[in-house]
């Protein structure tokens, strides 16, 4: 029998008030320093961010600093038009080339000239829409039934390599998707500090992509109570973020997230150094203690 729904927090929730506060601290250009969307960001058109974000989004784990270069090092031989110059007849050839000896973690060169021009060959397949016509829901088919028929279809068009492969988790199979789960949000949100290029994927279908920083905070404030980073634990997370703002659950993702991200969490709660936290009030990280 499916539950009721759970009727959405009311404007005066203490953690809604709390998240809403926080989001409000994470406005701002300065709060993009260590985040890879400054990237995407940085290109004029829809058709450009959106091959940045999809190369940024799954080589975002690691060290921030590196993988910022990292990804920067990837773009870098498609100039200020990636999306065209990804296009034109030899841009395999001419990214091997180019990406030869390039490496972040699980990736190689070869690796992230397979994955751009997957991403050309889907947007061409769509009229030039990108991956958005490949991943909407539609009637009989859900977001993550979505996700799951393109992960699996990119699983027998690329070659199996270790960095290939950790792009393409099957949420149907529990996992977290934590990059995919990024990219959509970039994709889809059109408030800050997203791209929102898409305009018929809903944002009431968006899951939180799931990093240790949202675990944690999650946990911390009450939210997420599972243990285990899967994806039953994004959706843990995401539903209680959806009793807040129904329309837009990822709201306080990037806020959260940032919490972490800028070493603002130190991760045990402790006056007078937390105070400045809007969260403080109910964050169960630890025992209180003075400073």
């Not at 929730?13 to 260590?34: C, I, M, N």
């Not at 058109?45 to 270069?69: C, I, K, N, T, W």
């Not at 992509?209 to 994806?231: E, N």
Request: a positive charge; hydrophobic letters at 45%; charged letters at 25%.
């Amino acid at each position: 029998m499916k539950r009721p729904a759970k009727p959405a927090k009311t404007p005066d929730d203490p953690l809604k008030l709390r998240l809403d506060a926080l989001h409000d601290r994470y406005l701002g250009e300065a709060s993009l320093a260590l985040d890879p969307l400054v990237i995407p960001r940085s290109f004029a058109s829809g058709g450009d961010q959106e091959l940045a974000a999809f190369v940024a989004a799954h080589l975002a784990y690691g060290r921030v600093a590196p993988m910022l270069s990292a990804i920067e090092a990837v773009l870098a031989p498609l100039g200020d038009h990636p999306a065209a110059r990804a296009a034109e007849p030899g841009a395999l050839d001419h990214l091997r080339a180019a990406l030869k000896g390039w490496a972040w973690r699980f990736h190689t060169g070869e690796d992230m000239a397979q994955w751009i021009l997957a991403w050309v060959r889907l947007s061409r397949e769509s009229g030039g829409r990108g991956l958005e016509p490949h991943l909407v829901p539609r009637e009989g088919a859900t977001a993550d039934q979505r996700l799951s028929a393109l992960v699996l279809r990119l699983r027998r068009e690329l070659p199996e390599t270790p960095g290939l492969r950790f792009n393409l988790p099957d949420p149907l199979r529990g996992a977290a998707c934590k990059r995919w789960r990024m990219f959509l949000r970039w994709m889809v949100r059109d408030e800050w500090p997203d791209l929102g290029l898409w305009r018929d994927y809903p944002r009431r279908d968006l899951v939180v992509p799931l990093d240790t920083h949202v675990a944690r905070i999650s946990g911390f404030i009450g939210i997420g109570r599972r243990k285990t980073p899967d994806g039953k634990l994004a959706r843990e997370i995401t539903e209680a973020l959806r009793a807040m703002c129904p329309e837009d659950p990822l709201r306080y993702d990037f806020p959260m997230a940032h919490l972490g991200i800028l070493g603002d969490c130190p991760g045990v709660r402790r006056l007078p150094g937390c105070a400045a936290c809007p969260l403080v009030d109910l964050c169960r990280a630890g025992d209180l203690a003075q400073k």
